[in-house]
């Protein structure tokens, strides 16, 4: 297994394959910044929560520096994400709709995004991905696990490439991403 492209994504900067992108702001701004200026084609971006604005976005950026053709469907590609914090925004977000009993409103829009596995959903549509699909919540950034899991992902020989790494987004000040390709 090779890495072929790499990006990181921080509150304060996002770095693809050693190269600083020029953005502004921090924190979410810097997302909707970095959106606007190097994806602008996705208006469902704007509706999904923090941490799938974070993967999504990461991972546009990460393909883009790629030399292949992109949205058309694919079996050879998995995508294997990971964090420790799971979904806590929007968990956060959809207990306050059904927290008061005289304001109880549950919202679908925002139950969706409860499940953490929704941003491997948002990249494998957007990209017509029908290969693997996983989102593992571990204690912490444990390399070792990550890479037996991303190995064990190769064990169907339709997999070729995986889209992996760490997507971990707390709230709009606190997230961070680090992604990249890994072929067989």
């Known amino acids: 297994m090779r890495s072929i492209a790499n990006i990181e994504v921080t509150t304060e900067h996002i770095v693809v394959d050693g190269q600083e992108l020029v953005v ?30 974070l993967g999504v976005l990461a991972s546009e950026l990460l393909l883009k520096t790629l030399d292949e053709e992109r949205f058309i469907p694919r079996d050879d590609r998995a995508i294997v994400l ?42 494998a549509i957007r990209n017509h991905y029908l290969g693997e699909t996983s989102f593992y919540v571990l204690n912490d950034n444990d390399t070792a696990a990550m890479q037996r899991l991303v190995a064990a992902t190769f064990s169907d020989p339709a997999t070729q490439s995986v889209l992996t790494g760490w997507v971990d987004f707390t709230d709009s000040s606190h997230f961070e991403a680090n992604l990249e390709i890994i072929l067989r």
């Open 82 to 123: 990971f964090n420790r914090h799971g979904s806590h925004e929007a968990d956060q977000h959809y207990l306050s709709t059904i927290s008061d009993p005289d304001n109880y409103f549950p919202s679908p829009s925002v139950f969706v995004y409860t499940l953490p596995n929704i941003v491997t959903g948002e990249i």
């Open 24 to 53: 502004n702001g921090q924190g979410l701004d810097m997302l909707y910044d970095a959106y606007r200026r190097y994806v602008n084609d996705y208006p469902k971006f704007f509706k999904m929560d923090g941490l799938c604005k």
